[in-house]
Each structure stands twice: as C-alpha cells, then as structure tokens.
C-alpha cells in the first residue's frame, strides 16, 4: 500500500492518477479528501497532518509514502517513523539549492534533513516554480482581464504538476533505484511572466494583460 499525502492537491492527486494507472493500491490522505473524485478503489482517509489518530490509520500497512509540506508535516513524520513504512518521496523545493537563505528554503531544508537523518530511505523531488501557480491570476483575469505582479518580466522555468506526480510514482514504485535522488526538476522553457500571460491569453483566444503591481512591488522591499 502506498500512502499519498496532500492528495487532493496539485501533486498529490497526479501521482494518485499515476500510481492507480500502474495497478499500484493507493491510500490517499488529505483533510478533505471528498472534494476531489478519485478513480475507483482508492482508499480515502481524513486527517489533519497534526492529527496523530488519524495519521496512524492512514499509514498502517504502508510501505512507501509521498509527503506534501503543510503545517503540521512535522507531526505526521514523527508518526511516519513509528509506522512501518520504509521509503518516503518529499515534495521539497528547488529553493533548497539556492545561495541565499529564504524562508520557502529553509522549512523544506528542516525536513529533508529530519528525513534525511532517520533510518528511512527516501527520494526528494525539488521542483522549481509550478504552472498550477498561475491559477492564482484567474480572478484578475476574470474581472478585468489583467494579471497584476510585482514584476512581470521576472523569468521561471515552470513545471507542469502532472510531470512531478509522474515522477513521484515512478520513485515510489522503485524505491531501491531511486533512494537518495533528489532531482532539481523544472518545465521545458524559461519563461516570464508576460510570455506565460500572453500563452493563457492565446489559449483564452481573448487579450489578458500584465502589468506591474507596483504597491506589491514596493512591499518586496520594505
Ligand atoms: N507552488 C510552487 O511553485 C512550488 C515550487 C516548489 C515546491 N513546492 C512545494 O509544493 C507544495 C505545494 O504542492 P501542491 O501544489 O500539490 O499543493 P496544493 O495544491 O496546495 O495542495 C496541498 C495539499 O495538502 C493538503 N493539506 C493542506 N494542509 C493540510 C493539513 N494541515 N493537513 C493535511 N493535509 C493538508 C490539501 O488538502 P486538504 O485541503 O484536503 O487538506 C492538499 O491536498 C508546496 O507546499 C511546496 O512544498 C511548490
């Protein structure tokens, strides 16, 4: 039984879709795990990641797992290790590699070395900035069709959330093979933010703007 965290999620569900298509038994684990419609014969389990009831009925019978970072993902490891579940894929971040210290850094550096200092083999997936990010922009377009960020000709090499489940099953299927990856992963193109603006716009077949948000811009730097 592989145990997917974070299930109704971005990732989380893509690596449920994969890991059922590979005839893999899957658990899934969310606090809400009703509001997403899983393919036939996934078991669902609710919990918080802090609830420690719930957490060990979601990891009994476990033998791989894939953690999501959220509040609480301290707790739920501390459950992990007294589980038995031998392999855990963590969705941590590219940000972890970068030279400076940011906080999005730091938390996921916190957990991979808790994961990373226990007797459990794991595999870490460090993705850069994801596609399902500008998601985030659609109530600007709806309204006004406009996206408003700090700035808009900041490049990033976005990645489609479906290649990262991809490549978490396939880790959690392997375990031997992949215990102690930890591949920086991105899209295929570098992009800023107007170039992915001008993409939805096209695919919208209706002219969506970028603009700096300036007042954002301004609180960067305060
Ligand atoms: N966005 C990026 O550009 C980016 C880049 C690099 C790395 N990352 C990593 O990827 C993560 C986001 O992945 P994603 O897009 O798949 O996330 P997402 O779509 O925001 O999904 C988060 C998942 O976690 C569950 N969840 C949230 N709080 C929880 C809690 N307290 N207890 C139990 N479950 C909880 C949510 O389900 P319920 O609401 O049902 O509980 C949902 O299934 C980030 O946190 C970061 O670690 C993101």
Redesign the pocket.
């Known amino acids: 039984m592989i145990l997917v ?8 569900y893509a690596v449920v879709e994969r890991l059922v298509a590979e005839g893999q038994a899957v658990r899934a ?5 009703e ?1 997403k419609a899983f393919p036939a014969g996934v078991e669902l389990v609710a ?4 609830d420690t009831a719930a957490a060990t009925r979601a990891l009994r019978g476990v033998s791989s797992l894939f953690l ?5 993902t301290a707790t739920f490891w501390k459950q992990v290790l007294a589980s038995e579940a031998q392999h855990v894929v963590f ?5 972890v590699e970068l030279p400076l210290e940011t906080h999005i850094g730091r938390i ?1 550096t916190e957990t991979e070395a808790a994961i990373s200092a226990s007797p459990r083999t794991w595999s870490f997936l460090r ?4 596609m ?2 500008a998601l985030r922009w659609a109530p600007g377009i709806r309204a006004e069709g406009i996206v408003r960020v700090p700035f808009p000709d900041a490049q990033s090499v976005p990645v489609d ?1 479906r290649d990262l489940g991809d490549a978490a099953a396939t880790m959690l299927m392997d375990p031997v093979r992949y215990a102690g990856a930890r591949p920086f992963i991105t899209g295929p193109e570098v992009l800023s933010t107007r170039q992915q603006v001008a993409i939805l716009g096209a695919a919208l077949g209706r002219a969506v703007g970028c603009i700096p948000n300036l007042w954002r811009r301004m609180l960067r730097y305060c």
């Open positions: 965290t974070g299930a109704t999620g971005n990732v989380g684990y969310s606090r809400h795990p509001k919990g918080d990641m802090a999501v970072h959220t509040e609480g969705l941590s971040s590219g940000t996921h993705p850069g900035a994801f399902s990010n959330p």
